[in-house]
């Protein structure tokens, strides 16, 4: 990215949502490598500026296994239920009307560089990277690949793993497509075990209500189906035998 670009200004999530919500998005540039339109842009609201990405449904190429509802729809659900899990896994992400028509818009995080994602996921000792997983098998990711996880420095001076690029999630049948396959048969621990409950319930109350703008009522059925079998088997799932386990290419 150019110098003169707004840059990535880290911030607390509700000031992030805030100025995501109510600022104005002004399109700066273009990530040229994605695959629909994704838009690097600056949001700005009462003299406070800061960089994120906006992706707007005019800008989204049709797909025949996702027929219902849009990308951003879904990338917004995957927000609302990363931030039911409490951990946190998914930059501050809204769905709003922009310079493009209505789109998803999050805030830009600035990546570690210094940070070897490879060598992290490849380690399967990460928590965030386990949390995600997890957060993976319930929205039903196919799409997860090494790209897509962002390292970032936190304030205290370790480091937080975000996931980004949820569009083809919360599918009906089983399309889990991941480089997160670590733990691969692992038994939960006893902190997956009290989240699976909790967004067991959230999904038949809050959460559900607020996915139900988002997804069609088949999807979210089939999301409450994979909470309960996951908590019924206490086990990550294992991965697929008729659909390719790994998303290609897999950076």
């Known amino acids: 990215m150019a110098d003169e670009l707004t840059p990535a200004v880290a911030m ?8 995501l919500n109510k600022g104005e998005i002004t399109v700066e540039g273009r990530v040229t490598t994605a695959s629909n339109a994704t838009l690097y842009c600056r949001a ?84 965030h990277l386990q949390r995600m997983a997890l957060l993976d098998a319930v929205v039903n990711n196919s799409d997860r690949k090494v790209s897509h996880l962002l390292a970032i420095s936190d304030p205290a001076g370790g480091r937080h793993i975000f996931g980004v690029d949820h569009g083809v999630s919360f599918g009906v049948e089983g399309k889990l497509r991941t480089v997160l396959w670590q733990w691969a048969g692992v038994r939960f621990e006893p902190e997956l075990v009290d989240v699976l409950g909790r967004l067991e319930a ?50």
């Open 202 to 251: 959230q999904l038949a109350e809050g959460l559900g209500a607020a996915l139900s703008e988002l997804l069609t009522t088949r999807e979210i059925r089939a999301a409450r189906r994979r909470v309960r079998q996951l908590i019924a088997t206490g086990l990550f799932p294992l991965p697929p035998t008729d659909w390719p386990a790994i998303p290609y290419p897999p950076y």
């Open 44 to 127: 700005e609201l009462d003299g406070i500026a800061a960089a994120c990405v906006y992706k707007p449904v005019s800008g989204e190429r049709p797909l025949w296994d996702y027929p219902d509802g849009t990308l951003a729809e879904r990338e917004y659900a995957t927000y609302l239920t990363s931030e039911a899990t409490g951990w946190n896994l998914v930059p501050p992400t809204v769905l709003r009307d922009g310079p493009l028509g209505t789109g998803m818009v999050q805030l830009w995080v600035e990546e570690d560089e210094s940070c070897d994602i490879l060598e992290v996921i490849n380690s399967g000792e990460s928590v």
């Open 12 to 19: 607390p999530a509700e000031d992030a949502l805030l100025l």
